[in-house]
Nanobody
Framework: QVHLVESGGGLVQPGGSLRLSCAASRSIFSFYTMGWYRQGPGKQRELVAAIVSGGTTHYVDSVKGRFTISGDNAKNMVYLQMNSLKPEDTAVYYC?????????WGQGTQVTVSS
């Protein structure tokens, strides 16, 4: 069983920054991709950013230039650095990992962008 645990969410003012962390219970190399999804109030869950095992990254257009996904293989960690946050970034952010057998989800961490 794989466990993903997110941390780093909170309340931040517009224009501020947060870094989300996802701790995996096994090597992140073992997954095809790891990513961050979010689900805002009344919205469907959407992919925000993903990193493929070879290191390629993908971002939804709305966060390009503001968010950066990265991984630390030695620590089994994946991060999402979020800068220039906007109120519309308010959501529960979920860590996701995809292996050959199935996908895994964390419990989510709340990010609220408000003045």
């Amino acid at each position: 069983q794989v466990h993903l645990v997110e941390s780093g969410g909170g309340l931040v003012q517009p224009g501020g920054s947060l870094r989300l962390s996802c701790a995996a219970s096994r090597s992140i190399f073992s997954f095809y991709t790891m990513g961050w999804y979010r689900q805002g109030p009344g919205k469907q869950r959407e992919l925000v950013a993903a990193i493929v095992s070879g290191g390629t990254t993908h971002y939804v257009d709305s966060v390009k230039g503001r968010f950066t996904i990265s991984g630390d293989n030695a620590k089994n960690m994946v991060y999402l650095q979020m800068n220039s946050l906007k109120p519309e970034d308010t959501a529960v952010y979920y860590c996701n990992a995809l292996s050959s057998a199935r996908e895994y989800w964390g419990q989510g961490t709340q990010v609220t962008v408000s003045s």
